[in-house]
């Protein structure tokens, strides 16, 4: 099993910034893929950026720019520099691995942190 935390939420204003991190622990040697992913009230939850074991980056158009991912296999963490917030970015943001665990790719999921931006 792969376990989450994540952390370094909070309030901010507009144009302001926060990192977010996740660090794992458990069966990591075995993750592939570790992705950030944001739920705002009533919307479904989107990807926001993504990370895979050979370095590739991936982003949602609403954050390309402005938020960049980056991940430390050493220390089984991926962070989310978030810049220039828009209030749109308001959400819980929650951490995602996929690991090769029991024969199979399983997903695995951090309780969120809320990142609130203010106009």
């Known amino acids: 099993q792969v376990q989450l935390v994540e952390s370094g939420g909070g309030l901010v204003q507009a144009g302001g910034s926060l990192r977010l991190s996740c660090a794992a622990s458990g069966s990591t040697f075995s993750i592939r893929t570790m992705e950030w992913y944001r739920q705002a009230p009533g919307k479904q939850r989107e990807l926001v950026a993504g990370?895979?074991?050979?370095?590739?980056?991936r982003y949602a158009d609403s954050v390309k720019g402005r938020f960049t991912i980056s991940r430390d296999n050493a220390k089984n963490t991926v962070s989310l520099q978030m810049n220039s917030l828009l209030p749109e970015d308001t959400a819980v943001y929650y951490c995602r691995a996929e690991a090769w665990i029991n024969g199979y790719w399983g997903q695995y999921w951090g309780q969120g942190t809320q990142v609130t931006v203010s106009s």
């Open positions: 990370h895979s074991n050979g370095g590739s980056t």
